[in-house]
C-alpha cells in the first residue's frame, strides 16, 4: 500500500517558519516526481512547488523566495521549508508523488494544515 504521510502543520504567526515533511511508503521517491499543493477553504487547488526526479525545482509565484522543496531520498522523505510566512499561506497542504510521464499525480497525502496568523 502506497502511502504519503504530511506532518508539521501547525499555528503560527505571520512572519514565522514551518517545515512541512511527507514521509513516503511503498514507492520509492528517488523514481517519482514529488510536489506540494495547497488548498485553502472555499479556493482551489494549487500547485506550490515541485521536485523533479533530475532538473530544476518549480515554485509558484506567490511563494518563490521564501519556500524551499527539498528531498532526502535516503529517507524516501519530502520537505517543504516555509519562512515568511504570509495571512495568505494559510490552507491545507498536500504531498504529491507522480510518475515521470505522468500528467497527474498518482498518490496524495492526507493533507496537514497550516493556519497563519497573529
Known amino acids: 500500500q502506497v502511502q504519503l504521510v504530511e506532518s508539521g502543520g501547525n499555528l503560527v504567526q505571520p512572519g514565522g517558519s514551518l517545515r512541512l515533511s511527507c514521509a513516503a511508503s511503498?514507492?520509492?521517491?528517488?523514481?517519482?516526481?514529488m510536489g506540494w499543493y495547497r488548498q485553502a477553504p472555499g479556493e482551489q487547488r494549487e500547485l506550490v512547488a515541485t521536485a523533479p526526479i533530475v532538473g530544476s525545482i518549480d515554485y509558484a509565484g506567490s511563494v518563490k523566495g521564501r519556500f524551499t522543496i527539498s528531498r532526502v531520498n535516503a529517507n524516501n522523505t519530502v520537505y517543504l521549508q516555509m519562512n515568511s510566512l504570509k495571512r495568505e499561506d494559510t490552507a491545507v497542504y498536500y504531498c504529491?508523488?507522480?510518475?515521470?510521464?505522468?500528467?497527474?499525480?498518482?498518490?496524495w497525502g492526507q493533507g496537514t494544515q497550516v493556519t497563519v496568523s497573529s
Open positions: 511503498g514507492i520509492t521517491i528517488s523514481r517519482y516526481v
Open positions: 504529491t508523488a507522480r510518475q515521470d510521464w505522468g500528467s497527474r499525480p498518482n498518490y
